[in-house]
């Protein structure tokens, strides 16, 4: 799968390190010239120094054959802007980070999904909910809600004397 992703702080590198062993083909935007020398010293992908908002620099990332965009940088503007512009070459799946409730909440004045955004990221929220769901299940090893809450996975350890 072709993804580009656009941020390489600790979300946005941690992310292409594990697609990378998936053997996906990445491309990684990011505005900071150290940080890009940083994980190209780690990690076997295309690496692009620049702002992500740029179409050029996201041509050269190979945005007309994405499958995937997915944009965590800090800036919840920019993160939006790169996934109105990756709709506009077809990208079928344009993931943002955002952590502003202005852009998430159910009654937000934009709609950010025509925006361009298909799925919103907000990773405070993941942890609080992922704690929570421990919290609520306890002895559960794993815990997971589909379905806005309405479908439950939890996952357990059976030992052999059971």
Not at 124 to 144: C, H, K, L, M, Y
Request: glycine fraction near 10%; aromatic fraction near 4%.
């Amino acid at each position: 799968m072709k993804i580009i992703i656009v941020g390489g702080g600790i979300v946005g590198s941690s992310l292409a390190e594990h697609l990378e062993k998936g053997h996906h083909d990445i491309s990684l935007i990011e505005i900071d010239s150290r940080t890009c020398q940083n994980i190209g010293e780690r990690l076997d992908i295309l690496i692009i120094c620049g702002s992500g908002s740029s179409p050029r620099l996201l041509e050269q990332a190979g945005i007309r054959n994405a499958d995937m965009i997915i944009a965590v940088s800090p800036n919840d503007e920019l993160n939006i802007l790169v996934c109105a512009i990756a709709q506009q070459y077809g990208v079928a799946t344009r993931i943002a980070r955002i952590r502003s409730n202005e852009f998430r909440s159910e009654d937000a004045t934009i709609n950010i999904g025509k925006l361009g955004v298909t799925l919103i990221i907000d990773p405070e929220s993941v942890v609080v909910d992922s704690i929570t769901q421990f919290v609520e299940t306890p002895g559960a090893t794993d815990a997971v809600n589909f379905q806005n809450g309405n479908v439950l996975m939890r996952g357990y350890t059976v030992s052999e004397e059971m």
